[in-house]
């Protein structure tokens, strides 16, 4: 409830929601007339929670991605790190739902989007790797490679894992010993063998616990 000076334009702060304006003027003999006018403000951006993923590392390349919104939602998409863009509901649709993506191999981010009919916008991005290839184990010297010997032996059995490991573990006719990391190889010294034959592989896991088992060995 104001008065305009000279009756001209002015700006005024609208309340968030639903506003109602009514103008009135009169004249000089007391005259009045007025006239009304209805709007909606939407001041609020969208708000985006992710779920998943989370920054870290998975074994696999199918993602689940998982998030809530609030607020007043016309439309949601995502962009994910090769480029490609993928609408998460259609335009006008009240559901934006989660969805389940191929990522690449490695690195990957990935941006979401949400916006409103009045063009009110947000996004959140995110980072993860994806890591499904499996430890590569290879023996290395002095690794018996399938031979004999004719003394009372110390077999040392020693690896090389083309990867980021978090275990090796090596199973030596039965019994399931933790090796040792040593430079850039993983080892294991058994001392004292009598007669037999002794077989043996080594295990070993990723640190996205991707796993993978040597071929066999005897000595």
């Known amino acids: ?27 000089t003999a007391g005259n009045l007339n007025s006239s009304s ?3 909606t403000t939407n001041i609020t951006v969208p708000i985006i929670a992710v779920q998943s993923p ?8 199918n993602i689940t991605l998982s998030y809530t919104l609030a607020g007043s939602i016309d439309r949601c998409w995502f962009l994910n790190a090769t ?17 389940t993506f191929l990522s690449r191999e490695g690195y990957n ?16 991005s995110l980072f993860f790797t994806a ?12 690794t018996p490679n399938n031979e004999v010997f004719n ?41 004292n063998l009598t007669d037999g034959n002794y077989s043996f592989n080594v295990t070993a896991n990723d640190t996205a616990n991707n796993t993978n088992t040597s071929q066999n060995r005897w000595v």
Do not use: K
């Open 83 to 99: 480029g490609s863009t993928a609408f998460l509901n259609t335009a006008g649709g009240a559901t934006c739902g989660n969805i």
């Open 151 to 191: 003394t009372t032996f110390n077999a040392v059995i020693n690896v090389t894992i083309n990867d980021n490991v978090s275990s090796a573990r090596l199973l030596f006719n039965g019994t399931t010993y933790n090796l040792s990391l040593s430079g850039s190889s993983w080892s294991m010294r058994i001392e």
């Open 1 to 27: 409830n104001m008065t305009i000076a000279s009756c001209g334009n002015i700006t005024l702060t609208a309340d968030s929601g639903a506003n109602n304006i009514v103008l009135y003027v009169n004249d």
């Open 37 to 39: 006018v209805s709007f």
């Open 54 to 61: 989370s920054n870290t590392t998975y074994n696999t390349t």
């Open 131 to 142: 890591d499904t290839i499996l430890p590569q184990i290879t023996f290395a010297a002095p």
């Open 109 to 124: 981010n990935i941006t979401i989007f949400a916006n409103n009919s009045l063009g009110n916008s947000s996004n959140v």
